[in-house]
């Protein structure tokens, strides 16, 4: 019920059910610490650190020369959803589909076409292609954790590819298909709030006898406003954005303001020499530095309200606006708590982009992405390491050794630093992870497991192996919905165990149904974070996933059982 209300951080959440098993002593202290040793949960992080090398090594000019803007949307949604399936096989998901929003969202804009045209797809064939391969998703490592934790042998490569193959390929035929159709024609929020620029900023000019010339913005009294940031001065020809406390306030200064332009009249009613001009430079004046971002889940901004994070200050921005499943935010705009996959409308200076990583924010709207010819000498590093890699997926080296030697590799190469690699790792979800693993052998250690599977056994008295196969897929399923994947696949992982030690069954097809059915989250926005980081810039509502996700999601389960039955029963 936390989780699915979002009442605290997910990594507090999980973190405090940790605590309260091991306050009535369902766990101990070393249960927790063993996840921190869990080889999967290291070789996640390990994953992560690769693919933010591999992404910094082929910069936005690897996609620029694959997809032509003479391409069509068809031909584009084709090509883009076979790129990201293929690497989101082997690289880690999350930070594939944070690289590409930009991408593609520019190139949508550039030829015409809605973004929302695009973005489920990106997401949803990024959930496929994870299920290609053991390490695909942090999920399928995250059970495999949980089976090594318990004793057993771990599910291997093949376990995963031909059914990952299937659901993949089907995934793609049914988006190319259906996308085009039940996918809605949103127009951008910057757009539209461009269009409507007078109902997101106000205007007032300093006249020439004020008292506020020669003041700081702090002594003005105009840092602090309670319904109204200011996030602009134009000076004659000159736009100052982000402003500093410390700034120097001229004659005939025009400030724009963002938040609640009703209260404009307060703040002219004080007597300042503030003024509202004759005439309206709101759409006249450029804001070049206008610019989209979304708040990703691991995000320490989540749960802070804009002025509590010092946005403005941090990075040298000012949020003008906050959308969230569609719609604008109202009310106070410093009191405006953040959440994950909040879109966010920027305005900042030319280069406020260098104060932000992709861990606190994600830019929508970038400049300076093209920054050379792409060169084979260029790329040789990326190369190396993804061949390092696949050996490791392949099985022919250690997976972990694979992915280490690729970090080290890109840190010869002067690809990766130190910082590149601290910016990379998420606490969050390394908490997360290790709670969940932890969670998972509380539920077993209880007894809760045993007990529940008993009593679905009773209702099941004589069901095939398909029939309790789908059962645990679909309560699987109906969980994942509701919680994140890693969450759902760590409460479930104990109940397929003891369904299968009590039916007398092979154990892997128990365990390859929750993995298939954890990762199957197409018709919320809420159960996969991709799905959550495209909301925003697709100007999406929750009934878009739902619309397109439904079918998706009847084909995906109908393979995924046909084939366990077949292949492992």
């Known amino acids: 019920m936390v989780l699915f209300k979002n009442w605290i951080r997910p990594s507090l959440a999980f973190l405090t059910a940790v605590f309260l098993f091991i306050l009535i002593g369902i766990l101990s202290i070393d249960d927790f610490l063993l996840g921190l040793a869990n080889k999967q949960i290291v070789l996640i992080f390990l994953l992560i650190i690769l ?46 589909v944070a690289f590409m929003i930009p991408f593609v969202k520019d ?78 024609n949103n127009k951008g929020s910057k757009e539209e709030i461009i269009g409507h620029l007078n109902e997101y900023l106000v205007e007032t000019k300093v006249n020439k006898s004020s008292p506020l010339i020669g003041k700081t913005i702090e002594e003005a009294g105009l840092r602090h406003l309670k319904e109204l940031f200011l996030v602009e001065i134009k000076r004659g020809n000159r736009s100052i954005t982000a402003v500093s406390s410390d700034r120097l306030i001229n004659a005939e200064d025009i400030l724009f303001f963002a938040g609640n332009t009703k209260s404009i009249l307060n703040l ?21 530095a206008l610019s989209e971002a979304v708040i990703p889940s691991g ?25 969230r ?64 890699l696949l050996l ?19 840190m010869i190469l002067n690809v990766l630093s130190i910082q590149n690699i601290k910016n990379a790792v998420d606490l969050d979800l390394l908490v997360i992870l290790i709670s969940a693993l932890t969670i998972g052998i509380a539920i077993q250690s209880s007894g809760t497991a045993s007990y ?65 059915a954890a990762s199957a989250d197409f018709m919320t926005p809420i159960g996969y974070q991709t799905n959550l980081m495209v909301m925003g810039p697709g100007n999406y509502k929750f009934k878009d996933y739902t619309k397109i996700g439904f079918p998706l999601t009847i084909l995906y389960s109908f393979a995924t059982i046909v084939f366990i039955n077949y292949y492992y029963l």
């Open 51 to 96: 693919t933010s090398g591999i992404q910094k090594n082929l910069g936005k000019e690897f996609f620029y020369k694959i997809f032509s803007k003479r391409l069509s949307s068809s031909q584009f949604r084709i090509r883009m959803m076979v790129l990201v399936s293929g690497l989101s096989s082997v690289l880690n998901n999350t930070p594939v």
């Open 107 to 184: 190139w949508a804009d550039s030829n015409g076409y809605s973004p929302s045209k695009f973005l489920i797809p990106l997401s949803f064939v990024t959930i496929l292609g994870g299920m290609v391969t053991l390490i695909g998703t942090s999920t399928n490592l995250v059970l495999n954790g949980l089976i090594i934790q318990s004793g057993l042998d771990p599910l291997n490569f093949q376990d995963f590819l031909y059914l990952g193959l299937i659901v993949t390929l089907i995934g793609l035929a049914y988006l190319s298909i259906f996308s085009e159709k039940l996918l809605p």
């Open 268 to 288: 002219i009613n004080e007597k300042n020499g503030l003024e509202l001009p004759e005439e309206s430079q709101i759409y006249s004046n450029r804001f070049s």
């Open 299 to 323: 995000s320490d901004l989540v749960g802070q309200t804009i002025k509590e994070s010092g946005f403005r200050d941090r990075f040298k921005a000012s949020i003008i606006s906050v959308h």
């Open 325 to 388: 499943k569609g719609e604008k935010v109202s009310g106070n705009l410093g009191q405006i708590k953040l959440m994950a996959g909040d879109l966010i409308l920027l305005m900042g200076s030319r280069d406020f982009e260098i104060n932000i990583s992709n861990r606190e924010i994600i830019l929508l709207s970038k400049t300076g992405e093209i920054s050379g010819k792409l060169t084979f000498n260029k790329i040789l590093p990326s190369i190396l390491s993804g061949a390092i």
């Open 392 to 410: 490791g997926v392949f099985g022919i080296i250690d997976l972990f050794l694979a992915a280490f030697v690729g970090i080290i590799l890109m």
């Open 452 to 516: 529940v599977v008993k009593n679905m056994n009773l209702l099941l008295i004589g069901a095939s192996p398909l029939i309790l196969i789908s059962v645990l897929y679909l309560i699987t399923l109906g969980l994942t919905s509701l919680i994140t994947n890693a969450a759902a696949v760590s409460i479930m992982f104990p109940i397929a165990y003891e369904m299968g030690l009590q039916a007398g069954l092979p154990l892997t097809p128990f365990f390859i149904a929750i993995a298939f």
